[in-house]
């Protein structure tokens, strides 16, 4: 996969991004960040993006996409967008958590790195990581928890990144004082250049996904999944 066409595809927040890969080499990058629907804006993304580095889409030999969690719609677009590409050029597919890429741009930290995302009702996703020659491992489980809760696992020094710090950064920084190490805006975005960093990684070696058992990792199920349920 060294000098293959890689194509990363991130729907997970508010703001999407997408990169093309070849190796380690990053050929082009977007962001996405509009109240249009991704549904009406990926497809033309990607596109635009093989037109400006003038290279076809049967080219990619693989694709990358966050599998969640995040915003229930984008998780889907992204993942039925990344399911339709690999399926139509028969090409191998790997999906990356969403908080692992946020913990990817800090490669070289020597602190734990808490990747935040908002989860609404009060409550935010979260895990904590270390990173280990480059690459992020996961310390313990996937949390979904109200702020205070998350503070309250934060006894040292740690990276706190992502879009949750958008509404709960102040308040994380007023009660945890110096323990809080806030990233600064421009690092505290998914960046599509990072997943397709760690699905090259996997690539390498792991399996890729089996496309009939690819699905979005929501850590909360969606209100309409919820309202679907039996009630016992």
């Given at each position: ?10 729907t997970a927040s508010v703001r ?22 991704y549904l009406n804006r990926l ?132 009660r945890l004082g110096r323990h ?53």
């Open positions: 996969m060294l000098k293959d066409l890689v194509l990363a595809i991130d999407g991004s997408l990169a093309l890969l070849q190796g380690e080499r990053l050929l082009a990058e977007y962001t996405l960040e509009s109240p249009a629907s497809l033309p993304g990607i596109d635009r993006l093989f037109l400006d580095i003038q290279r076809q889409p049967t080219e990619i030999k693989a694709v990358i996409v966050s599998s969640g969690p995040g915003n229930y719609t984008g998780l889907r677009i992204g993942m039925s967008t990344a399911k339709g590409l690999a399926l139509g050029l028969d090409c191998p597919v790997v999906a990356i958590p969403t908080l692992e890429t946020l913990a990817a741009n800090f490669p070289f930290t020597p602190f734990p790195i808490c990747p935040v995302l908002d989860a609404k009702k009060n409550e935010v996703y979260a895990a904590f990581y270390r990173c280990k020659q480059g690459f992020p491992e996961i310390l313990g489980d996937y949390l979904l928890v109200t702020p205070a809760a998350l503070a309250d696992r934060i006894t040292g020094p740690t990276i706190l990144t992502g879009p949750g710090l958008e509404r709960y950064g102040p308040w994380w920084q007023s809080a190490v806030l990233a600064p805006p421009e690092l505290r975005h998914l960046r599509a250049s990072a997943l397709g960093r760690l699905g090259l990684f996997r690539l390498e070696h792991e399996q890729p996904c089996f496309l009939d058992q690819l699905a979005p990792f929501y850590l909360r199920p969606a209100e309409a999944e919820l309202h679907r349920r039996p009630i016992n």
